[in-house]
Structures are given as C-alpha cells and as structure tokens.
C-alpha cells in the first residue's frame, strides 16, 4: 500500500488475482496492482496523496497537498445506475468519477460509496514524470471507493482508486472477453483478496502505512476479519471500533464461474436450473445487500440521539425490532448499570450480566413474567452467551434444538423459557467498545420466518459495533455524571434540620447546560450563645476548578466562623485568602449570623444577591437592603455588616443567582418571582422550598447551578434562658452548682440535674483558675437540647489529657466527654467559650 513518502509503486501495491496488464500493471509484479490512496480533510483539502494517486491522476504530490480535492480529481458527468455501482460491471461512457464521488467530496453522503468509470489523464511513464516528448493523453478504467472517516483527527474522506487494467484476467483465465465487464472478483477497498491469498500477515503489516493510526495488531485483526468474511472493517479512532462497511454483495469471479459450470451442468443433464444459480438470483443477492446496507444507515440515524444510558438501550432494541428481528434481548455489564468505570478484563462465569430490555412482537405480557427486566444473572460456559462474551464474536444458531433449549432454560430457576425459544433462530451479537465486552444482545426469529444467515451475522456484528459505540459513549457520561455528583454531594454540607432557635432546609441543583458540578455552596455554623451562622456562596466559573474553590472557600468560612468573627471581618479574612490562593479566586458570598436570644440578624454581603425576609405577623416578603460589597478576591474594598430585628416565626431565604438569572431577562424579574414565591404559605420548610424552585425553575435557559437555603427563625423565650455570673473565687463552684439544679428542677428537668451539675463544677473550676480578671460567665439555654456555656476571658482552649489513676489534673473534660451528649470549644472576641450539650428526656 501506498504511504506519505514516495516509496516504488512495485513495492506499495495491493495484491491481486493473477497479472495484470495495461500502461500501469505492465511495470507491477505479477499478482499486484498500484493503488492511488487520497485522504481528504475537512476543509475539503487534500492532506495525503500517494505515488499512486500521482500515477493514476498526474498530478505531483507536491502541487496536490493543500489544494481542493474536487480541483484534483475528476467527478464530472452523472451517476451510474444503482445496479452499476453496486456491481462494478459498467462504466460510465463519460470523463469523470461521477457525482458520486462529488457528494462525498462535499459531505453529502455519510456512507460509503464505490464506483466505476472510465478516465482521460495524462499519460504516465514509469516514475510519474513526464515521458520522452513531454505529456499525452490516455483512458483509464477506474474503480473507486470513497469511505467518510470518522474519529477524532483532522481526515473527513478516504479515497481510493485502482486502474481496472490490473485486475483484468490473462487470456488463460479461459474467460470470455465478452464478460469483461462481469469478470472483476469482489475487490475490499484498499486491498484485493481471496480467501487462500498467503500474505496476510504481510498485509496486516503495511496496512498501517496507509492507516497511521492503527496499530499492527489492530491491521492483523481487520485482515483476519476480511479474509473470513471478505470486506474489511476500518478503523479510524484511536479508542473506539467504527465500523465502515462497503457494499460486499459483489460476488468473486471463482464464485459466479462456480455458479455457472453448475448451472450449465444441471441443464446438460436434463435438469431445472435452480433460481440461485441464475442471474435472476444473482439480482436477489444485490438486492440483498441493498436492503441490509440501507438497514444499516437507517438504524445508524435512529440510535445515540442521547446520552441518557436507558434511552439509548431502548433505541437500540427498537431499531432492531421488527425489521431484523422478533425478540431482542439486551444485557449489560453490572459495572456499566451502576454507573462505574469502565469494565476491565475478560467476563467469565461469575461476571453477573443485568438484563436491561427485551423488546419483542410476542403478545403483550408473554416475555414479563419468563425474562423480567431487571434481573440479574451469570451465564455458564456451555451457553452461546457465554461464547460472545469471551470471544467477542457474534455466535449464530441456525435453530435453537431440544437439548440447546434445555441447556438454556436451566438458568431460569422455577422459569421454562423454552416455549418461547425452542425452534428459533438465534443470533448472539457482543456490545463492544475498546476492545472490551460490555455486554451483549440476543436476537431470536419467530420458527415461521427465515433463520439468520452469514449475512445476517455481518450485519448483526455491524450493528452492535454501533451499538456498542453509542452504549459506550452513554456509559461513559453516566459514568461522568455519576462521579460529578459524588464530588458536589461531598463537598457540599449535610445541615441538621434543626439547629438552636431554628429549623433549616436547603436544596442544590446541578447546571443543567454547562456541566453537573459547579461553585455554589450553602453551609450552617453552630456557635457560642446559641448562635447559628447562615452561609451562601458562588464561585464564579464553571467545572471541577470551580468546585474545588469552592471546597476550599467553604473550608474557610467554617473556621473564621468557629473563631466567633463579626460577619465583615470575617469576609475581609476570606477576601485576603482568596487573593493569596491566586487570582482566578473570585466568588460572592453572603454571611448572615442569628442570635436567637436577641432576636438579631447580623448580615453583611460580598457582591451577592440579596436575601429575602417574610415577616410571620402578616406573609409579607421583602428584599433586604444590604451593602453590596464587592465579591471576594478583588480586594481592597471594605465589607459592612448591618443589623436586622427579626421575630419567631420569620423565614430568611438565601440563594445563587442561578435561580433568579435567565438569559436575556433583566435579574429584577427573577428577584421579584423570588420574593413572591417565597411568600406563599407552606406545611413544610421542605414544601416551602420546593415552592420557590417551581416557581423559578419553569422559565427555561437556566444553566447554572443552584444553592439554595432557607431558615425559619424561631427565637428562643426569655423563660429558656438563665445566666449568671461568678467572681474569679473557688467558693463560687459551689454557688454555680446550687443555681444550675435549682433551674433545672424550675425547669422540670430533675433527671438532667445530677450530670449537668458535676460538669458544670469541672467548666466553672477550670474557669476560675485561668480566668485573668473578667468574671466567669454561666449560661443554660433549654431548646431542642439542654445547653450549657461557660465563658471566660482566657484565649488559651483547653484540650483533652490523659490522667493517670492519681492524677488531679485532666479529669475534668474526661468527665465532660463521658457524660455529655455533645461539647466543643471556640475562641471569643474577649476569651473563649467551653459547652456541652445534654438530650432532654422524652415525656
């Protein structure tokens, strides 16, 4: 075959059957022709022309590179019949490849096409360069194959064109001149074969000279497959299998002179002429091929119109069914089901396949309750299921006998399938991509109608190499999908319903048209004081950098926010780390902390959209008006924190501005579908949440993703709350004791009083003794859960020792981890704070 560089024509030629003759094949070796090989890119220019093509064309590789291809070769004149394409038998009388070629060459056909004609070109010498008195003219018989390339590179078309004078046969052959035309064998493209053709490994060798993309092995595979089935399968992306198919019905010469020395025989010995020996059956056979080719480009267009794995499963058993087949069964991989990576090695007979459609013409109900979808099953080694998966082949059964049937059916316990498959065709195709078995179909045939043949198991593997193509491309973004929303679920927070003196909700969309993972995040913070901080952020920007900014930006705010920072300082923090992390960092982010106690908002913004506050007493909603600030990470801006009364039973809701932004919609619009939404009474937080995204999700264009959180402030009762305060002396662990069990018992809490008093005498003890001059501070607030604080004005935590059988020192929060159901530390403005929760007991 012909490669990039200018090797002899001698060297790079296909082989043939027997010598050839004319201008060209006078200079060839006996039983090989010169093969003009162009590829085409998809501007429409030439980017390979072989010695061949300058042979065959005239035309130097040097002036061909880089120019239009329809500037290059001939395609004027019209389209041959359809019988003569397909045969190769007549020629067009006319200069020129035909329109054919031309439609190829425009992108017009996205199959395979083939021709014949006859050519005026300039006279060739041996080399290509011009003879002894300079150029002349000669007619060239041409056959040419154009094939669309599809895969990742540049190559649109594969051109190749053979002068017919080398595949004419000698005048030994004993052939008739008259049936010139009819004498050509089946040429594949590329290369000429017979089945007893020895120099295959040969072939598999050179094949990438043509190819560069494919490997030697892949070469070897595609020869083993064209010398068993007589028409190639190429290859042209560097994963995945793309089967390109020419029209393979074209019978070989040694078939049709077979056919006719046994018809010739039949009738000298007084016999009918069966139908198959006949031209008329030679005329069914192109019929045929017509009629699985035309299949094939049908069932091409029908499947991988989504990216939805079960919609493509259901689009490959639909396309199938009735036209090839009654019953199609589909399994697939358990790996390619759940979503995971792709499947390594080859199955065997613990692999569990999942059954994931069975599209059939049977009465409706008859296959449900024998073969449910859904069921999972291995397959032993016996079984032709067990055959397609390991060798990846398709394996034909021309009628599934007694004993196959009941090999079969003894997988199905307490199940007899074999009414439904005994006395039928049956052809099992393999589901491939990558050269891995991902999983397989079973086509059956009603006893009635025609059993699978050859044909049929050509065009049942081309089919599931297409299949498994489009399964593979699903998988592969349900397998993307699924990771992508592992990510997001990861780094976005699992906030408790409640938290003090509040109930909490929260939801988050994925984008739904610029990727599944995104910046936005919500989170919820406990602090001291019975405080809860409320975040909501967006990183700008889109994918996996955004996310995990976000992941690092959020990681951020629950620190600041465990050091008890004033909302703006705590932003002016963030801003300083986001320009230290670099200045892709930017991100708005709105930061509001509810106390409660005092029935307080304290809020401040950075470039964020604003929140939206429905007061309880009368439903009304409204935008708070808030600093704007700048987002984080553009720097040197001040951040401002306002105050804002709230009463029990107010709903603070917080969001992205994916939710309220469409394109070429002014954000207004959104803000105010916003607040109206979220004004409409619910049963439920959750309710009132899904509210809100139906109100604002139906507009359509929205392509961010969404974070939303809503909090409905419930204050917690003056009558809830005890403090005290306690002079820096160790007589007052005593007088905190007394006060902490007489609330409790006010409280009606007696059975929490014994625990809570001892931990409390161990936090006020430690208190007092590093406390420098502030009193310590004691407070009990009974909510959800009984909660403790004591604070004081030292910054150093305490941290947890260990204490040995006499040591003093270190009990105390030993004590404090045994009892409590839950107790932390944080630092304050003016010391820090130690608290421990207890359950309240159930009434």
Sequence with gaps: MEHGSDRGTERDTPPSHGAGNGAVAEHAPAGRIPLAVVVVDRS??????????????????????????????????????????????????????GPGLESSLDGGLSYPAAGRARLTVPERSERGAPPPGGWGSDRVDVLWWAYPLVGPGEERLLVLAADTAGLRPDESDGTDGADDDMA????????????????????????????????????ARIVAQVLELGYPVLEFSQNDRVPVTPDWGVPRRAERRARRERAAQAAAEGLPVPRELTDEGEDLEYAAVREHLE????????????????????????????????????????????????????????????????????EPGRWDDVVPVGEAMPFPAHTPFFQCMTTGEPVLVPR??????????????????????????????????RNVVLGFMILLRHPERAEFNDMDRVTGAEL???????????????????????????????????????????????????????????????LPGARTALVVGDVMGHGLNSAAMMGQLRT????????????????????????????????????????PIAGELHIANAGHIPPVLVRAEDGRSELLDLPTGAPIGVGG???????????????????????????????????????????????????????????????????????????????????????????????????????????????????LADNAELMVSELVTNAVRHSHSRPVELRLVRGDTLLCEVDDDDHELPTLLSAGATEALGRGLRVVTTLAREWGTSRTKDGKTVWFELGLPRR
């Design 44 to 97: 429409g220019l030439v980017s390979h022309w072989s010695t061949g093509a300058r042979r065959l064309f005239g035309v130097p590789k040097e002036e061909a590179i880089g120019r239009p291809a329809v500037d290059l070769l001939p395609v004027s004149g019209v389209l041959p019949e359809e019988d003569e394409v397909l045969s190769y038998g007549a020629y067009s009388a006319y200069d020129g490849l």
């Design 184 to 219: 050509f064998e089946r040429i594949a493209p590329a290369f000429a074969l017979h089945t007893d053709f020895p120099g295959a490994e040969e072939l598999a060798r050179r094949l990438p000279e043509i190819l560069p993309s494919m490997s030697v092995d892949e070469g």
């Design 295 to 362: 299949f094939l480009n049908e069932v091409s267009g029908r499947i991988g119109t989504s990216l939805d794995l079960s919609h493509t499963i259901i689009e490959v058993s639909k396309a199938v069914v009735p036209r090839f087949t009654d019953v199609a069964g589909t399994y697939l991989r358990e790996q390619v089901v759940a979503g995971e990576g792709f499947p390594e090695g080859v199955p065997d007979t613990t692999t569990m396949w999942h059954r994931v459609a069975v599209e059939h013409t049977d």
């Design 400 to 433: 599934i006998s007694e004993a196959m049937g009941h090999a079969i059916a003894s997988q199905f316990e307490k199940r007899d399938i074999r009414p439904l498959i005994n006395n039928r065709s049956m052809l099992v195709v393999p589901l491939k991509a």
């Design 464 to 526: 599931a190499a297409r299949a498994g193509l489009v399964l593979d491309n699903a998988r592969m973004y349900t397998y993307q999908e699924s990771v992508a929303e592992t990510l997001q679920d990861s780094m976005l927070p699992h906030i408790p319903p409640r938290m003090a003196g509040c109930d909490i909700a929260t939801r988050y969309l994925p984008g739904t048209l610029l990727g599944r993972v995104g910046g936005d995040w919500f989170d919820s913070v406990k």
């Design 556 to 595: 951020a705010v629950q620190t600041m926010a465990a050091l008890d920072l004033p909302p703006a300082q705590l932003l002016r923090n963030l801003d300083d780390l986001a320009q230290r992390l670099g200045d892709s960092y930017l991100a708005t982010c709105l930061y509001a902390v509810y106390d």
């Design 637 to 751: 801006v001040p951040f401002e924190a306002v105050r804002v009364r709230v009463e029990p039973g107010d709903r603070i809701v917080m969001c992205t501005d994916g939710l309220v932004e469409v394109r070429g919609e002014d954000i207004g619009v959104g803000l105010a579908t916003l607040s109206e939404s979220a004004a409409h009474p619910a049963a439920s937080m959750d309710d009132a949440c899904d509210a809100i995204i139906r109100a604002l999700n139906t507009r359509g264009g929205r392509k961010d993703d969404v974070a939303l959180l809503m909090a409905r402030l419930n204050g917690i009762d003056e009558d809830d709350v005890a403090e005290w305060r306690f002079a820096l002396d160790p007589a007052e662990v005593a007088r905190a004791r007394a006060a902490v069990r007489e609330r409790l018992h006010e409280w009606g809490l007696p059975k």
